[in-house]
């Protein structure tokens, strides 16, 4: 983004706006992460109990979460440069409208097309909403206070990971009202009105001065590259693999080398890539796309499997599923906690977080195989809080590491086409380690069923992790040091 900015609210700059209002302003930011955050996590947590209402094919469960998180990733491209266009205020206000609307819409949905359709719209505003806090915070905060200000998304980050499913699970097994899994997006409707309210009042507004010019193409071929990937990954089980399967997901490669060959051909001409040609020119970015896929893949796909493991193979409540996942949160605060103690040792705490992962789920894989149907959440707790430990430990210096060598002028394009690379793996764990599940299921799932196809699920997580471990070398071994704040800034 560029440093020249425009403010149109009062007061107008950091320095002179009161210490309460610049707070004010970051709580409405954080709001927002919070819906984000819980919308991610909550529909994992509560699927079964929407296909169970509403109907619809085991496909259902995987299009209810890679629908907002691919509709997210390609939307996160586009999301910060429309701020800095259009205004971060504006397109924050014209985001969280959007996504309290397609919250509403997936609480009063009758059918799985609706709700995957408003988890789509979701997805999209989301991308809009989100961006722009980071380019306001950087604006409302001097720099004395800017390292406090950031220092709130890890205990927000925390907090959310630990109550989120336990939050889904009592608001799904409470039934209030009669109104079931709805309530999990209900509850957004509060949330997203204060966000709104609060935004008017508080937020500053700012465009930058020389705002890139935004490339309709690209948006365009990277969303129709994603789409080619993950639908034939989430319908062509069900189809018995058809052709058309495998004609598209050769078609996304052939989408996807066109993008490429545009972006370049804009970059050289003087134009406004989506994604700046220079930085795969980088090891340590090309490097830390390809880790990053692989481990959000592999955590997004272990994550739905074994909700729908919990609680359809083994019939915990919702609530009890919701609980169980707790100690891999947990664990997931305390390595991030350790990660801070050692972060000198650089690349060296992300191999030793993905080694430890490794340890947690082949430690969950063995629990499952010794317990057997019988297993509870408290033999499960010890590997599960190895693995959230692991992941911390993994996660903390991922984004600094990777952003090292990223030149200043390219620091937006490469922490957008991080975070949408994130989305993007999310949604493609969900549909590769969730179609793997179902199709070991069989026909007619049974508990014996439920068990086997968990345990060659986490013995496909565990490879996907020895393969992190292993392109992970492909990073530097430290983060840069020369701008902290920055790079702080970038990987919150």
């Not at 709001?31 to 094919?57: C, F, K, Q, W, Y």
């Not at 409208?97 to 989301?126: K, Y």
């Not at 949160?329 to 650089?346: L, N, P, R, T």
């Not at 430990?393 to 620091?411: C, S």
């Amino acid at each position: 983004m560029s440093s020249t900015v425009q403010t149109t609210a009062s007061p107008p700059d950091a320095e002179a706006a009161p210490y309460r209002w610049r707070w004010a302003a970051l709580m409405v930011i954080l709001a927002a992460e919070i819906m984000d955050l819980l919308d991610a996590m909550v529909t994992n947590i509560a699927a079964p109990a929407m296909r169970a209402d509403l109907g619809g094919s085991a496909a259902t469960i995987q299009w209810m979460g890679a629908a907002y998180t691919l509709s997210m990733a390609v939307g996160l491209i586009t999301g910060g440069r429309l701020g800095d266009i259009f205004g971060r205020k504006r397109m924050f206000l014209i985001g969280a409208a959007g996504f309290t609307l397609g919250s509403l819409l997936c609480a009063v949905a009758q059918s799985p097309e609706t709700l995957i359709g408003a988890r789509v719209l979701q997805g999209l505003f989301g991308a809009v909403m989100l961006p722009q806090g980071l380019g306001m915070i950087k604006e409302i905060f001097p720099p004395k206070e800017m390292q406090s200000a950031f220092g709130m998304f890890g205990p927000i980050m925390g907090l959310s990971a630990v109550g989120g499913p336990i939050l889904a699970g009592w608001l799904v097994d409470s039934d209030f009202f009669g109104t079931g899994w709805r309530m999990i997006f209900l509850i957004n409707l509060p949330l997203g009105l204060a966000a709104l309210v609060a935004g008017m009042v508080f937020l500053l507004e700012s465009r930058s001065a020389h705002p890139l010019r935004l490339d309709v193409p690209g948006v365009i071929l990277a969303s129709l590259g994603g789409f080619l990937v993950i639908y034939p990954l989430v319908q062509g089980r069900e189809h018995d693999w058809p052709a058309w399967a495998f004609v598209m997901l050769a078609a996304s490669v052939v989408v996807f080398a066109v993008f490429g060959l545009l972006q370049s051909r804009k970059s050289r001409g003087g134009g406004d890539p989506l994604i700046v040609p220079s930085l795969f020119r980088k090891r340590a970015f090309t490097g830390g796309l390809l880790t990053g896929m692989v481990f959000f893949s592999g955590m997004a796909g272990f994550m739905l499997a074994f909700n729908l493991y919990t609680q359809l193979g083994l019939h915990y409540s919702t609530l009890k599923a919701g609980l169980a996942m707790v100690p891999w949160s947990a664990g997931m605060i305390v390595g991030f906690g350790v990660a801070q103690a050692v972060q000198k040792f650089g690349r060296k705490v992300l191999h030793g977080g993905t080694a430890l992962m490794t340890l947690g789920v082949l430690a969950t894989l063995f629990t499952i195989d010794s317990a057997g149907l019988q297993v509870t959440p408290w033999q499960l707790t010890p590997a599960l809080v190895v693995s959230g430990i692991g992941m911390g430990l993994l996660m903390a210096p991922f984004f600094d590491i990777v952003l090292a060598g990223v030149e200043q002028h390219e620091t937006g394009s490469a922490s957008g086409t991080l975070t949408a690379v994130q989305q993007l793996g999310n949604a493609f764990g969900v549909a590769l380690l969730g179609t793997i599940f179902f199709n070991l299921l069989g026909t007619v799932p049974t508990p014996a069923s439920f068990g086997d196809a968990m345990k060659i699920t986490l013995w496909v997580v565990a490879g996907m992790l020895v393969t992190t471990f292993a392109v992970a070398f492909l990073l530097p071994k430290r983060a840069r040091e020369e701008h902290p704040e920055e790079a702080g800034s970038l990987a919150a």
